[in-house]
């Protein structure tokens, strides 16, 4: 507990200062995690005789992560040619023997959707005018949803939700960590919008706060589940144990990774 505490402090030491700053300095850390998710998922995936090319993986997620957050018209043609050079690669592959190379190819492009074209929206919604803020509502929305659920959860857990991926997870805590992420994204757009400066005064409601805390909270727990399925299959407990205490970057972000996309376009489509 004294290291995951630690950690903890770590990590808020560096990330609060990096979504208040933007630029440069947020780009660094978003870029550091999404590489390092990208390497957690390629040594899962080693560990049961796939072999995803490592580094087209985690060049493609950060080329793609730097187009987005730099150079957004060149964006989608980056991703475009991520996944024709990881063809190019896996075909050389197979030509060298590797019987399972379209396999991996397969895993290849999966990193680099998932986590390259899926994990870039953290970055896209810190250029969002406002975008500091709106991140310091979006992360709360899946923090709360995820403190709900697993203490909720732990104590009053009855009836298992996932069985195979998930075995603590509970319908219960399921239901409470939806309640919670309502409550925080109804609390932050009141405070963001109605207290003190009003940094995101006019553009949230509570109630809007409320329907996006509702979506991300209803939805999040698919990543956390869907970072389940990636371990069961590697037969790992954790992703990494690079974070001690919390174990590896996609232990720490796998909800992010759904809670980035949802948001972004909750408010580019139902807020702006």
Request: aromatic residues 16%; neutral net charge; charged residues 15%.
């Amino acid at each position: 507990m004294p290291r995951r505490i630690l950690t903890a402090i770590i990590l808020a030491l560096v990330g609060l200062p990096a979504i208040i700053y933007g630029g440069v300095f947020y780009f660094i850390v978003m870029a550091i995690v999404l590489g390092g998710c990208a390497w957690e998922f390629v040594r899962m995936y080693r560990a049961v005789e796939f072999e995803p090319n490592e580094k087209v993986t985690i060049a493609g997620v950060l080329l793609i992560a730097t187009a987005r957050f730099f150079f957004a018209d060149y964006s989608i043609p980056i991703f475009v040619l991520s996944i024709l050079l990881a063809m190019a690669v896996h075909l050389i592959s197979f030509e060298r023997g590797r019987d399972k190379a379209a396999l991996d190819f397969t895993v290849t492009v999966a990193g680099l959707v998932y986590i390259g074209w899926l994990g870039s929206y953290l970055l896209d919604i810190r250029l969002l005018p406002g975008g500091g803020w709106w991140l310091m509502v979006v992360l709360p929305i899946i923090w709360a949803g995820d403190t709900g659920a697993y203490s909720i959860g732990a104590a009053y857990g009855k009836h298992k939700m996932t069985p195979r991926l998930s075995p603590k997870k509970s319908w219960e805590g399921y239901a409470a960590g939806i309640f919670t992420a309502v409550l925080e994204g109804a609390f932050f757009a009141y405070a963001f919008s109605s207290l003190g400066p009003q940094p995101l005064g006019g553009l949230i409601t509570p109630l809007q706060g409320a329907w996006m805390g509702f979506v991300i909270g209803a939805l999040t727990p698919l990543g956390d589940l869907g970072e389940s399925m990636f371990k069961r299959q590697s037969g790992m407990k954790d992703s990494s144990h690079i974070l001690p205490g919390h174990g590896g970057f996609l232990d720490r972000v796998d909800s992010w990774i759904w809670g980035a996309p949802l948001g972004y376009f909750l408010i580019l489509y139902f807020i702006f």
